[in-house]
């Protein structure tokens, strides 16, 4: 199954980061800040599931389709590369 990351799936929805804590805080009563959203844009391992819920529901696509971890290996893939040989 392909997944998308944080940013991916928040730029697909035509949100900026603004935009984005703006709708955590006055949706969900959740406070967070750029550099936070930025840090699990970068590496979203550490996501708590509740937060990658609302980020789902923004975004309008099912959790099981945005990538929760730190490393993409899709563009790995497509060059018919693998992480280990790099």
Known sequence: MLQISLKA???NSDLNQTEV???L???YGLN???EQLAEY???ATDVPISLAKKFSEIY???D???FFGNKSTLSYIS???NQNNL
């Open 32 to 34: 967070l800040t750029k």
């Open 64 to 66: 099981d389709y945005i």
């Open 9 to 11: 799936a928040r730029v």
């Open 41 to 43: 844009e970068d590496d």
């Open 25 to 27: 805080q006055n949706s």
């Open 21 to 23: 804590i703006a709708i």
């Open 79 to 81: 060059r018919g590369l």
């Open 60 to 62: 309008g696509i099912s």
